[in-house]
């Protein structure tokens, strides 16, 4: 072992202990789901039975329980419908086909038998959300068999999950089965669906789908039996499946380390297997009468898109990756994604975004699983970040600031006064508009601002680790802080505190550029917001050469390693600030703050100085 493989071995072991102890009192809840259904797609109707491991891994004993039926949502009156109704925006895909659903197609789930050990355990249902006072309390470190028997009826689709869209996609079953809650350090995640996020327990899933055997599928997981099933519509999972005689046929999936499982139906779904970069295999799933050229363009993007995503976080961790035609927007689901199917090869751009975007979700959603509900922004801006990079990648635009669209959708929303805190639950936005830009766009200038402050080779390998440390589990935002903190030796808990907690906004300014007696160059700043950060200025001298300039703030207690020249530090109560260069006013051409456009000032215009004219 040489001099650096001891200190490696060294940093490594302090990391290591390090990210344990961060760990060490980290628990998260069990279940183990083994389901079997018959689909009736006559009645578009299902009769199913559960059962289900659940181990209690918290240190708490558990008294009661919760299990989601979202399906219930999906009526007129529920409270999904209502909450259409408050918001002066709402999903237009909701708010009108609701309220028009007829009783053979509004959906529901009905609990027949629930048992906990082989014992009856009585329950209550209030909306989506079912909970069982229980006759025996659940002890820290114990398991339960938790089964139950179901009827349930699939919704016509107004949103996400259902039957018979507008791309005609006969069914998208997602969220289609009675789902037992989170338990977590914050306690019970019981939240009433009204069509917002989702937030679940890791664990396995074994799943039997009795199905007309004219029906071809496709969803989360490996399809076990596929050589056993009829050719006609299994062929593209085995080549050696088999001439099938039977009416109806049962699909066996299996998933391990997922909190969800989701899959598609249709008659007219044509399967085509291929293989990424790392050769996991990738299933497109599409109707028959979609754009072929479309979708065989897509296959190179999502090859791309897994290479891509393997460098910049870590390497996808499952053994398939399915791209299905769920015809209503596009959605996350671990393993695959379901996309609208219409789109044509003259836009394939629109499709690959839809794609990249739905599929980075299995890193940030799907594999960091945070909890959806509280943190939008961790699963809905970290994936809208590595979307932004990964299409800046694959189609080799080489925009320097790949996060720029994001920064003008948070500008718009401060324009306009809809910003709320990005604190704010996901279903408690005031607006849908408020919420997809925060979510999304600032949920990627929270990493964006990130890496500005500590740097980018800091940033890079602390998002690697942070993927590394906490993938199958639920980390909150203080654990990628954690890593951060510890990687920059900078504190940076402010710079959490601001952006997330409050509406405080970053505005500096070139107030003025003047010679100093001494025949220096005075450049004044001014800390026109209320929420402070470390400035990297550029000065264009007429002769063409630049020079870059670093003012740390004080709050980070430490400057990050750069090459740009680094200034006395500027204290954040301090609003104003001036620094001498060598230089006159006649070689000056231009000084900018923050040229690349990184860091989330609301003002872009005073950051110039001359400032253009209007
Ligand atoms: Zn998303």
């Known amino acids: 072992m040489n001099s650096i493989q001891k200190t490696l071995l060294a940093f490594s072991l302090v990391f290591c202990c390090a990210l344990s102890a961060q760990h060490s009192s980290y628990w998260q809840q069990e279940a183990h789901y083994t389901m079997e259904l018959s689909l009736d797609h006559t009645k578009h109707q299902i009769t199913g039975k559960q059962s289900i491991r659940y181990v209690n891994n918290s240190p708490d004993t558990l008294r009661r329980m919760y299990i989601h039926l979202y399906f219930n949502s999906f009526k007129p009156g529920s409270r999904m419908d209502q909450r259409c109704d408050q918001l002066p925006d709402p999903d237009g895909r909701i708010a009108k086909r609701i309220k028009d659903m007829s009783e053979s197609e509004i959906g529901f789930q009905k609990i027949n038998d629930l048992r906990i050990n082989g014992e009856s355990q009585s329950f209550s249902v209030d ?108 062929f593209s999972y085995c080549s050696e499946a088999k001439n099938g005689k039977e009416k109806r046929q049962t699909w066996h999936f299996k998933a391990e380390d997922v909190h969800d499982f989701a899959w598609a139906a249709d008659r007219d779904f044509l399967v ?105 922004w961790m699963d809905e801006g970290f994936t809208t970040f590595a979307e932004e990079e990964v299409m800046n990648a694959l189609f080799e635009e080489n925009q320097q600031n790949p996060h720029f669209s994001s920064l003008r959708a948070y500008r718009y929303l401060v324009e306009k006064g809809w910003q709320e805190p990005l604190s704010t639950p996901a279903d408690h936005y005031m607006r849908n508009r408020a919420y997809g830009v925060s979510s999304y766009s600032m949920g990627s200038l929270y990493l964006t601002q990130l890496e500005y402050i500590v740097g ?61 007696q001494e025949g220096k160059l005075s450049i004044s700043l001014k800390n026109g917001g209320s929420f402070p950060m470390p400035l990297s200025l550029e000065v264009v001298l007429r002769s063409g050469k630049t020079e870059r300039y670093y003012i740390p703030v004080d709050l980070t207690t430490k400057a990050k390693q750069t090459e740009e020249t680094t200034l006395p530090t500027w204290p954040w109560t301090q609003s104003d600030y001036t620094f001498e260069i060598e230089a006159s006013l006649g070689e000056i051409e231009s000084i900018r703050i923050d040229k690349e456009g990184f860091m989330a000032d609301i003002n872009e215009k005073n950051n110039l100085w001359p400032q253009a004219k209007d």
């Open 456 to 516: 980018e080779e800091v940033f890079r390998r602390s998002i690697k680790q942070y993927f590394n440390v906490w993938k199958f589990k639920h980390p909150s935002p203080d654990d990628l802080l954690f890593i951060l903190e510890r990687n920059s030796g900078m504190q940076l808990h402010w710079f959490h505190d601001l952006w997330i907690g409050t509406t405080q906004k970053i505005d500096y300014e070139i107030v003025g550029v003047n010679e100093t």
């Open 272 to 376: 085509k297997k291929t293989l990424n970069n790392e050769g996991t295999p990738v299933y497109f799933v599409r109707k028959k009468d979609t754009d072929k050229d479309a979708w065989d363009l897509l296959e190179g993007y999502t090859h791309g898109f897994f290479t891509e995503m393997k460098n910049r976080f870590g390497q996808y961790p499952y053994p398939q990756f399915s791209v299905i035609q769920g015809g209503d927007g596009g959605m996350e689901y671990p393993m695959c994604t379901m996309i609208l199917g219409r789109s044509e090869a003259k836009d394939i751009k629109g499709m690959v975004g839809l794609v990249v975007h739905e599929a980075a979700h299995n890193w940030f959603y799907g594999i960091i699983a945070t909890d959806e509900q509280q943190y939008p």
């Open 127 to 234: 909306g989506s959300l079912l909970r069982m006072d229980l006759n025996r309390a659940i002890l820290p470190g114990e398991e339960v068999l938790l089964e139950t028997q179901f009827d349930a009826q699939v919704p016509k689709q107004i949103r996400r999950s259902g039957r018979n869209n507008s791309e005609g996609v006969e069914y998208t079953m997602t969220q289609w089965y009675p789902k037992i809650a989170e338990y977590s350090p914050r306690g019970w995640h019981t939240q009433q669906y009204v069509n917002r996020e989702f937030f679940g327990v890791f664990g396995s899933f074994d799943v039997k789908i009795e199905i007309d055997s004219k029906f071809v599928l496709a969803g989360t997981g490996e399809i076990v039996n596929a050589c056993e099933l009829d050719k006609k519509v299994a």
